[in-house]
T-cell receptor, first 112, second 112 residues
């Protein structure tokens, strides 16, 4: 059974703080994704990674960066959190050549 | 890039009736079209998908139809039950690229 975990379910940070969101998958998947989910806007891709140390910008990368030093772990970094980054963040993964994405439980981030 | 539009944003259906959710996409290179279901407080999960070489696919009470010429695809749920209440997301992606573009979601409520 595929398991994708995220470091926190809820997170509250102050404006200007550096924020790290961690995602870990235990199925040796090559691809990992970070989305943000906002009401009425659906799931929007921030960044994805198709291999260790490889990354590609998604549709809304501004204000975010990512790190993938190990295959199982994909981190999303908010260099200087702002209130408009308050959102639900979802991580997902899948193996290369497959299309079904397996999602983590999400992190609800509030920036005050 | 790909743009996926999804309608309606909310849908209320009497238990036992059918529900239809529609999506359109813009990129003719897209040929993989999954549907994800997200129950309240839970992660999105794949419920059905279709590839461009098929016009219709059915799995028990759910079915997906695809019209490549018109660039639209639809999710059909028959004999709806209370457990069908959820947010449904369509998505589109090009074959050979695991990156997906999601629609904005439809909140389906089944009225007992």
């Amino acid at each position: 059974d595929v398991k994708v975990t995220q470091s926190s379910r809820y997170l509250v940070k102050r404006t200007g703080e550096k924020v790290f969101l961690e995602c870990v998958q235990d199925m040796d998947h090559e691809n990992m994704f970070w989305y943000r989910q906002d009401p009425g806007l659906g799931l929007r891709l921030i960044y994805f990674s198709y291999d260790v140390k490889m990354k590609e910008k998604g549709d809304i990368p501004e204000g975010y960066s990512v790190s993938r030093e190990k295959k199982e772990r994909f981190s999303l970094i908010l260099e200087s959190a702002s209130t408009n980054q308050t959102s639900m963040y979802l991580c997902a993964s899948n193996p290369q050549g497959s299309y079904e994405q397996y999602f983590g439980p999400g992190t609800r981030l509030t920036v005050t | 890039g790909e743009n996926v539009e999804q309608h309606p944003s909310t849908l209320s259906v009497q238990e036992g009736d059918s529900a239809v959710i529609k999506c359109t996409y813009s990129d003719s290179a897209s040929n993989y079209f999954p549907w994800y279901k997200q129950e309240l407080g839970k992660r999105p999960q794949l419920i059905i998908d279709i590839r461009s070489n098929v016009g219709e696919k059915k799995d028990q009470r759910i079915a997906v139809t695809l019209n490549k010429t018109a660039k639209h695809f639809s999710l059909h749920i028959t004999e709806t039950q209370p457990e069908d209440s959820a947010v449904y997301f369509c998505a589109a992606g090009p074959f050979g690229n695991e990156k997906l573009t999601f629609g904005t979601g439809t909140r389906l409520t089944i009225i007992p």
